[in-house]
Each structure stands twice: as C-alpha cells, then as structure tokens.
C-alpha cells in the first residue's frame, strides 16, 4: 500500500510544514510514501517522459533528465516550447501523444496549473503508451489529478523528486547502486 490507511496521501502541507497556498482541500495531512512504494516504481519503470524539461543546464528538468539517463532510464523530453530539438541525445515532442514509443511513467515539471490537464492526457493515453506512474516534482501537488490517476489505475506521486528520492533509497539499500 502507497499511503497509510488513515487519511487520503495527496492532503497536504508542504514538506517544510507550511501550509501551501495550491493545496486544493482545506484538509492538510502530510504525503507519505512507503519506501517500497516508491522503489517499486524505479524497479518497474524503464522509459521517462519528462513533462517541461529544458534545454537549459541552469534547470531542474535538464539536470533530472541527466540523472536519469545516467541511471539507465530512457527519458523523452516533451517541451511545447522547445520542440524542435533535442536535449541529452533525445528527441523533444510537443505532447505526450506526439511520443511513438512507450513509457511508463510521466514526470511533471510544469506548475500547478498544468497538473490537472496533463494527468488527463497521460489518462487518456494510459493503454496506448503503457503508463504505469505519474510523478510531480517538488511542489506540485494536484488533488483532482490524484484522484482522477488513482481512479483510472494509475500510481501517482506528488511533491517529490525523483533524484532525490533515488540517491535516498540507494542509501537506504532499497535500490541498487
């Protein structure tokens, strides 16, 4: 099980304990999520398409994608401004639909706002492409999103990082070197 059984896992404060401004409810509990949880999602994915990643190695995005790829995960840029490239050797497409291969899991670096529009489009290519997780990076939390991937059959994880997590569960011995 993902969460503890008590309270719904997207309810939130922020991970510094203030309460956040996008939260969607006026209900704040903390996420949590099993170690396992999350290790089973690195385990089971293999192909990444990063939602917002960047060209520019000042960003977030462009350096998780980096950390990724040097993890062994194919990671797909997806950009609807910078679409005409390539970053870390892959291919930028302008959609998650406008991907021909599959991927397990969508990252989203996009803000709030987008949340909910871009968990309605991994939904709906939720067969087509094999997605499996939708992830949203450091303080991106959306609790229609939540519902509407859990509802759909989708695992979500809101409010993290993937780096961060990975280099923490390698420590633990949850992931392998």
């Known amino acids: 099980m993902p969460r503890k059984a008590l309270t719904p896992f997207w309810k939130s404060v922020s991970r510094c304990g203030v309460v956040a401004s996008w939260a969607t409810t006026?209900?704040?509990?903390?996420?949590?999520y099993s170690d396992d949880y999350i290790a089973g999602i690195f385990k089971r994915v293999k192909t990444i398409a990063i939602i917002g990643a960047s060209p520019?190695?000042?960003?977030?995005?462009h350096r998780v994608m980096k950390f990724l790829q040097e993890r062994g995960y194919r990671v797909i840029?997806?950009?609807t401004r910078k679409n005409d490239g390539f970053i870390?050797?892959?291919?930028?497409?302008n959609s998650l639909a406008d991907i021909p291969d599959d991927f397990q899991m969508v990252d989203i670096f996009r803000n709030i706002e987008?949340?909910?529009?871009i968990t309605d489009e991994a939904i709906a290519l939720l067969a087509a492409k094999s997605i499996e997780?939708?992830?949203?990076?450091?303080e991106i939390r959306d609790d229609a999103a939540a519902t509407r991937?859990?509802?759909?059959?989708?695992?979500?994880v809101m409010d993290r990082c993937p780096a961060i997590e990975i280099r923490r569960l390698v420590g633990s011995g949850h992931l392998p070197t």
């Open 149 to 156: 991937a859990e509802d759909a059959g989708i695992q979500m």
């Open 77 to 79: 840029p997806v950009n």
């Open 133 to 138: 997780t939708i992830w949203m990076q450091l």
């Open 114 to 117: 987008r949340a909910i529009d």
């Open 56 to 61: 520019k190695p000042h960003r977030a995005s």
């Open 26 to 32: 006026n209900t704040m509990e903390p996420l949590i």
């Open 88 to 93: 870390h050797g892959e291919k930028v497409y």
